[in-house]
């Protein structure tokens, strides 16, 4: 019968918290499904629906996702969880629906994305890390798969937004003097994806806010060229060889000012406070330099009339280089002020 659930799927028809009707299966993993809902309370309007079944012993990681959402529910550029609850067999958070994964457009557009594309990505992906840190988490799984456009129509549909966070953790406990970082234990299982992860992870050492810029630093970097290790398993293996790659070889591809952004990561240690603002600065760097536009064409968006005076040619674009602004509204879609904020004040 439509509203039944299974082990593994609810039923196309099925209606969640008696108002979000299940129209698509989105995808599945080890962790659950997602849905396409609509809200049967407000004719057209779409969302996600995250189901996470009890008879797969998820370990409550949607109670985690319920719980980060939640907090940041008043920030800019983040998904928002509109409803949740728990039902005898799962348990289900209704959240906002999101466009194509990066994952997603690497694998139809790729393998690589032009300097534009991958530092305005940059750049949304550095925000959402921070607005996670803020409120006294990490996300410890940050890949492609995890970052997604906003959804075509809604405010965000020219941002990529970080979500995926079943795997975070809290990093301050509140103490008798007020908040701090908690210790570091000794020594952890390992939490993430290992083409993505830091190499401290792989050594398997607590992860800190560091550790979610690594993820990125890779990210950046498989954006222009393969990684070295993109097509081996063992997790032994690419640690050693993330350890043994130099720097010019991981970013062959990117502009010079990727340079500086994994000099500045590596030497963060785990205790201190990311530059957000000066990484934030690098990759605005290699936008104005390159006379680069928030309004231009991504990679894989129609291109306009090439201008030359703003092709990418300092970086040694190939004949994909600068998409000339289109008919999109000219704006810049950060500012320092987005960075330089500290609300824990470590």
């Keep these: 019968m439509p509203g039944d659930v299974g082990e593994e799927t609810l039923e196309i028809g099925a209606v969640v918290g008696k108002r979000y009707k299940v129209v698509q299966k989105l995808g599945e ?15 057209g309007q779409h969302y996600a629906l995250k189901v996470e079944f009890k008879s797969q012993d998820a370990g409550n990681i949607l109670k985690m996702e319920v719980q980060i959402l939640s907090q940041l529910i008043s920030k800019k550029h983040v998904a928002k969880c509109v409803a949740s609850g728990k039902k005898e067999r799962y348990s289900y958070m209704v959240m906002t629906l999101l466009g194509e994964s990066l994952d997603s457009l690497l694998k139809k557009h790729g393998p ?23 409120i006294g988490y990490l996300h ?13 129509g809604s405010a965000d549909e020219r941002y990529f937004l970080v979500l995926d966070f079943g795997l975070a953790r809290q990093y301050i406990a ?29 050594d398997r050492y607590e992860q800190g806010r560091v550790d979610d810029l690594w993820a990125l630093v890779y990210i950046l970097a498989e954006m222009r ?24 070889v991981l970013f062959a591809k990117s502009p010079v000012q990727m340079l500086s952004f994994v000099k500045t990561v590596r030497s963060t240690l785990f205790y201190h406070r990311p530059d957000y603002e000066k990484l934030f600065k690098l990759l605005e760097d290699v ?3 390159a006379n680069y536009k928030w309004s231009d064409p991504y990679h894989w968006e129609p291109e306009k009339k090439k201008n ?6 300092k970086f040694g674009l190939g004949k994909k280089g600068t998409k000339e602004s289109g008919e999109l509204p000219e704006a810049s879609f950060f500012t320092v002020d987005d960075f330089n904020t500290n609300p824990l004040g470590f």
């Design 287 to 289: 936008m104005k330099c």
């Design 29 to 43: 993993g080890g962790c659950g499904s997602v849905f396409k809902v609509e809200d049967t309370s407000e004719k």
């Design 112 to 134: 690589f994305l032009n300097v534009s594309t991958q530092v305005r990505i940059g750049i949304c992906i550095l925000f959402g890390i921070k607005q996670v840190h803020d």
């Design 140 to 152: 410890r799984d940050l890949k492609p798969a995890n970052v997604a456009m906003g959804c075509k």
């Design 308 to 313: 030359p005076a703003s092709q990418g040619n």
């Design 225 to 248: 060229c393969r990684l070295a290790w993109h097509d081996v398993d063992d997790k032994v293996e690419i640690g050693e060889m993330k350890r043994k790659i130099h720097d010019e």
């Design 174 to 202: 509140d103490e008798d003097d007020g908040l701090k970082m908690r210790r570091p234990r000794e020594k952890t299982y390992f939490r993430g994806t290992a083409r993505y992860c830091s190499v401290a992870m792989h």
